[in-house]
């Protein structure tokens, strides 16, 4: 139900901008879901990275501030994560993951796509 893109090789100080699109999604369904992006890095635990709300309030985790930029598009039932002055310590692979406002057994996750930040 979520599909990510935009994961890549990149090197330090550079950017990128993953998507994750769920083409499945009834629109007026996908407004009732909290989108967010995750990362789990080698040997870590999943970690969350950014949110955004169906409002549109974001959420960021200390690491990122300021370097990183979560959005969406209802009517396209698209969120992206524009990514800044990447660090070699943003390695991961990224996780779309979308979780209803309503029901807490609603929540969905994509398959992930790879970021490398390295020289």
């Known amino acids: 139900r979520l599909v990510e893109s935009g994961g890549g090789l990149v090197q330090p100080g550079g950017s990128l901008r993953l998507a994750c699109v769920s083409p499945r999604a009834i629109l007026s369904v996908f407004n009732q879901y909290t989108m967010g992006w995750y990362r789990q890095a080698p040997g870590k635990q999943r970690e969350l990275v950014a949110t955004?709300?169906?409002?549109?309030?974001?959420y960021y985790v200390d690491s990122v501030k300021g370097r990183f930029t979560i959005s969406r598009d209802n009517s396209r039932k698209t969120i992206w994560l524009q990514m800044n002055t990447l660090k070699p310590e943003d390695k991961a692979i990224y996780y779309c993951?979308?979780?209803?406002?309503?029901?807490?057994?609603?929540?969905?996750w994509g398959p992930g796509t790879q970021v490398t930040v390295s020289y």
């Open positions: 993951n979308a979780k209803s406002d309503h029901d807490d057994n609603e929540n969905y």
């Open positions: 955004v709300t169906s409002g549109r309030t974001t």
